[in-house]
């Protein structure tokens, strides 16, 4: 089973023992670009957990 991902998804990350949820910003082959507390972060795709749901607001940039 797969996750069908878009930009501006939140997602549950974890890595065992930590739990936080956090924005998808951007997507590459190998990575995913999320934000969480207001800084960017790459992390792979095995960490993501489960898509919790979708930002309603985006930005206008």
Do not use: F, W
């Not at 951007?26 to 957990?49: E, F």
């Amino acid at each position: 089973m797969g996750i069908l991902l878009h930009n501006y998804n939140i997602v549950r990350i974890t890595d065992g023992s930590n739990i936080i949820e956090c924005t998808i910003m951007k997507m590459c082959p190998q990575y995913a670009v999320v934000k969480y507390r207001g800084r960017k972060y790459s992390i792979t795709y095995d960490l993501i957990d489960q898509v919790v749901g979708h930002e309603l607001l985006l930005p206008c940039d």
